[in-house]
Structures are given as C-alpha cells and as structure tokens.
C-alpha cells in the first residue's frame, strides 16, 4: 500500500515567514510523529500524535512550532517567523504498533 | 544524559566485507531498538527491530543486530556486504518503561557507509 507521503518536497522561504508542512500517514496508523533532520544535530523528535489524545509537543523548540491533526489522519507542522536555523529535513512518521515508517520529507531552507 | 551513541561515523568497506555497525544507549530499563536504513536520496526504511525474545534479530537484505542487555548495545551486522549496502545507518532506541519512557525514537548520529567495488 501506499507510504507515508509529504509535501512539499522542498520548501525555500525568507527569514520571518511562516510556512506549513503537509503528512499523510499510512492509511489505518493511528500514531503520526514529527522529527527533524538536521547537520549535525542527527534526528530530533518534535512531536507525537496518538488518536484522539493531546499531543505530546514534548520536543518542539519553540513556540514557534505547532502542529494539528485533523480527523485523526493527516497532519500539518506550522512555523512561524521562521529562522536560519530552523532549516532542515523535516520528516514524518506513522504506525500502528512501534515500528515507525517514514515519509521522505520535506527539505526547508531559511534564507 | 541518555543518549544513543553510534561509535563509527563513516565507514568504508570493499565488496565481500564483512560489516559491523556499533550502537550503545545509555537507558535503564526496557527498551525497543531499531535500525533504520537511509539509500542515497531515498528516505528512511526500517531495517529490522528488537522488542523481546531471541536477541539475535534478523532483518531485511541479509542484516542482522544482537541486542546484549548487558552492554547496552545493540551492533548491525552483515556478513558480505554489496556495492547496493551504501547508504547511511541509524540506530534509533524507544525507552519502554521507565521516566524516559514514550513513543518517540531517540536517534544516533548515524553512519555513513560507503562500500566500494
């Protein structure tokens, strides 16, 4: 079946405005998870969605950050005022148990 | 601090090399251990994974990774790699009790493996 899907692919954007990212999980994976991909920094959790519950937004940096899911499905990191250093790969991940699956996500630079 | 240590940040093997990826974490306690597997311009596969039972787990294209509780670590192995094996390697730790404990994968810095012909 079909994987997890991002979009955009890439995304360049001016210090200061706000950007969104799109997830799509598995269809049927009722977990949806943010991390971010950066030099040197490895993967960094940022936020965790289960069903209906309240996010764990344990990892997000800032207030800057946010996230929905709507409909328990597909789910859209928000940025705000964005920074240099807030580029990076930012990928998505879905599951139904504890194995993750992976998007390909999507590669934000801050100019 | 608790963390996920990869010891080899690039590794480079010819054809027919046996391979050996190290993986230490620092969390007491129960944990779920996975490598994950990056190809050149292609996103993040999971390679194979650890929750309970047999400690040897085998996984997909010929890997495998030895979880020993008493050292922490969990190191991938493959016995002859291929050309196709380039790619970078993560090993990623889930603490599963404990006040670490959640559903988010807690990263190494990955290793780069370059496996030429």
């Known amino acids: 079946g079909a994987g997890v899907s991002q979009s955009p692919s890439n995304k360049v954007t001016e210090k200061g405005k706000d950007v969104e990212l799109r997830c799509d999980p598995i269809?049927?994976?009722?977990?949806l998870y943010w991390y971010r991909q950066s030099l040197g920094q490895g993967l960094e959790f940022l936020i965790y969605?289960?069903?209906?519950?309240?996010?764990?937004k344990s990892g997000l940096p800032s207030d800057r950050f946010s996230a929905e899911r709507t409909g328990g499905s597909v789910s859209t990191l928000t940025i705000q005022r964005t920074q240099q250093e807030d580029s990076a790969v930012y990928l998505c991940?879905?599951?139904?148990?504890?194995?993750?699956?992976f998007g390909p996500g999507t590669r934000l630079t801050v100019l | 601090a608790q963390s996920v240590s990869q010891h080899n940040h690039h590794v480079i093997l010819s054809e027919a090399a046996s391979l050996e990826l190290g993986c230490n974490y620092s969390?007491?306690?129960?944990?779920?251990l996975f490598w994950y597997v990056q190809y050149p311009g292609q996103h993040l596969q999971l390679l194979l994974k650890?929750?309970?039972?047999?400690?040897l787990v085998k996984g997909i294209k010929g890997f495998e990774a030895e979880f020993i509780k008493s050292k922490f670590s969990f190191n991938l192995r493959k016995p002859s790699v291929q050309w196709s094996d380039t790619a970078e390697y993560f090993c990623?730790?889930?603490?599963?009790?404990?006040?670490?404990?959640?559903?988010?994968?807690?990263f190494g810095k990955g290793t780069s493996l370059l496996v030429t012909p």
């Open positions: 990623a730790v889930r603490p599963s009790i404990g006040p670490n404990s959640g559903y988010a994968l807690n």
């Open positions: 269809s049927g994976h009722t977990a």
């Open positions: 969390y007491g306690g129960t944990v779920n």
């Open positions: 650890y929750f309970s039972g047999d400690p």
């Open positions: 991940a879905s599951s139904r148990g504890f194995a993750q699956y």
């Open positions: 969605f289960q069903g209906n519950s309240a996010p764990d």
